[in-house]
């Protein structure tokens, strides 16, 4: 008998040898409304590993539209946006997520993942050009393969390599630059400014992904692209639901034209399940949060930054930014699977990444700090991880 499953063993095997086999961690239980603290293998557990930056997905308002929706419209949504899946709800989201980015219209996606693949896929094809930062999140990468136009990326943050390749490039068909906003492993910000430059320069496209900005950045929750007052500049603004808002989902803002298009071209909106009513309630209660809860950002904003300074610390790096994204860049791959150990072994959450969701030589553990984490809980992380510190590199912090 063979094995026919043998190769898929030796890739494993592979991976697990140089430390890069990826396995799904089991959750117990939340232990209460902060979603500060979770239980693993029953241990209690402070979460630094959360995108759940506003504390917002155990929020009571959350669960009670949810629960609501469930009630009224039932568990699922039966069917795609084109077939009898999109209820009121939906709509009306739509016209708020427009109106809260000051954009002519919004589409809904069922998650990040399927935004990006169906948006790009749907404006670049064969002969196009797309470039892309180097550090984008996977869910852009693999939009651009999935679109056949030819990828280049540029080098992180790299305006002057972004240009160089536009040039060598100019004679594409149709051009597109898409980048993070925030990046998401290492929480600094892309250069929008000198992108919409560009964008107008070359004749190109320019599509933002707020994943990690949104209800984080803007004076209401509404990303970097408002922060830096060019939301209007941007020709598609995509963002999450999965992050600062507790829920989940996504969607794409920008001008009517784009919107029409994207609703009869983009196939991850097209051939999948409308998400569940109860989610897109649940988006709703959120937003009236993010939009209008401005402490809970300010909290998120002071906390992140104290604890990227408390972190700043030989002879490791937290990268660049005031973002809750705070990166203690290690390199080796093992090394941040032994930090990650034994700071699980103290008490605390935090997952080591690495390579290929980071560049090899940059394994890392991702903290990401809460607006309802307490100043005394990160004061406790970072103690522990100096003493873990000064344990593994003989290093007094
Ligand atoms: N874009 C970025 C920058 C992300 O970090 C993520 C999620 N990690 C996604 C897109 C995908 O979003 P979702 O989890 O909703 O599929």
């Not at 393969?145 to 030819?150: D, F, G, K, M």
């Not at 700090?369 to 005394?376: P, R, Y």
């Not at 990160?378 to 991880?385: F, H, K, R």
Request: proline fraction near 3%; aromatic fraction near 8%; include cysteine.
């Amino acid at each position: 008998m063979t094995n026919r499953y043998a190769w898929m063993d030796e890739e494993w095997g592979r991976l697990e040898k140089i430390a890069q086999s990826r396995q799904i961690n089991t959750v117990d239980s939340v232990l209460g409304e902060r979603g500060a603290w979770i239980r693993v293998s029953g241990r209690s557990l402070l979460n630094l590993s959360s995108n759940n930056y506003l504390g917002l997905a155990h929020d009571p308002r959350l669960k009670a539209a949810a629960t609501e929706a469930i009630e009224v419209w039932g568990a699922g949504a039966t069917a795609s946006r084109f077939v009898n899946g999109s209820c009121s709800l939906y709509t009306e989201l739509e016209q708020r997520l427009a109106d809260w980015k000051q954009r002519e219209a919004a589409l809904v996606f069922a998650n990040g993942y399927q935004a990006n693949t169906g948006v790009i896929s749907a404006l670049v094809g064969r002969g196009d050009a797309v470039f892309s930062d180097r550090l984008n999140h996977a869910s852009i990468v693999d939009g651009i393969v999935l679109s056949r136009a030819e990828h280049y990326r540029y080098r992180h943050n790299d305006t002057e390599h972004l240009e160089f390749l536009l040039k060598q490039h100019r004679n594409a068909r149709r051009k597109l630059i898409v980048t993070d906003t925030v990046f998401s492993m290492d929480g600094d910000t892309a250069p929008l400014a000198e992108l919409v430059t560009l964008r107008d320069r070359y004749g190109a496209l320019l599509m933002v992904d707020e994943a990690h900005a949104g209800g984080v950045l803007g004076e209401r929750g509404e990303g970097l692209s408002h922060e830096l007052g060019l939301h209007n500049e941007v020709d598609v603004i995509m963002g999450t639901f999965s992050k600062a808002f507790g829920a989940y989902g996504a969607y794409i803002c920008a001008d009517q034209s784009v919107i029409r298009y994207l609703t009869s071209k983009a196939r991850s909106l097209i051939y999948s399940t409308a998400l569940p009513p109860s989610v897109i309630a649940s988006i709703h209660a959120a937003l009236t949060i993010v939009q209008e809860d401005t402490s809970r950002r300010g909290r998120l904003r002071q906390m992140s930054s104290w604890f990227r300074k408390r972190l700043n610390t030989h002879p490791f790096e937290v990268g660049a930014g005031s973002s809750p994204i705070i990166p203690l860049i290690i390199g080796d791959n093992e090394k941040a699977l032994q930090y990650s150990r034994m700071l699980e072994e103290r008490g605390i959450a935090a997952v080591a990444i690495r390579p290929p969701t980071v560049p090899v030589g940059t394994a890392r553990i991702r903290f990401t700090v809460m607006a309802t984490h307490t100043l005394s809980e990160l004061e406790w992380a970072a103690d522990q991880l100096n003493q873990i510190r000064a344990d593994l590199e003989g290093e007094r912090g």
